[in-house]
């Protein structure tokens, strides 16, 4: 169970906090980018806790540790462009702290 709570750290079978995150902030990079405006997105709660914590500014380490409330929005205001901002910092190997 303490790997779950680690940035890197996988359960049997699964996903680090950064392998969800390379995966998801690629796609929605590629998706936001693209001059859509708003993007809707439902997901599980290591989904969410991943891209709210690289939203929110948090250290990796704290991430898994995030606690997401069940069925209420989250909603976060983005600047044009931010989530290409966090994923070239997963490129380059940091876990980017991203201004909205």
């Known amino acids: 169970m303490a790997r779950l709570l680690t940035w890197q750290g996988r359960p049997p079978g699964g996903e680090s906090h950064a392998d969800l995150a390379w995966r998801t902030v690629s796609a929605?990079?590629?998706?936001?980018d693209d001059g859509h405006k708003d993007v809707l997105l439902v997901c599980h709660g290591g989904v969410i806790r991943t891209l709210l914590g690289l939203l929110d500014g948090l250290p990796?380490?704290?991430?898994?540790?995030?606690?997401?409330?069940?069925?209420?929005?989250?909603?976060?205001?983005l600047s044009p462009g931010a989530w290409?901002?966090?994923?070239?910092?997963?490129?380059?190997g940091a876990l980017p702290r991203c201004p909205r």
């Open 28 to 32: 929605l990079s590629a998706i936001s």
């Open 84 to 92: 290409g901002r966090i994923f070239a910092g997963l490129e380059a």
């Open 60 to 77: 990796g380490e704290a991430i898994g540790r995030n606690r997401i409330p069940n069925a209420e929005p989250l909603v976060r205001d």
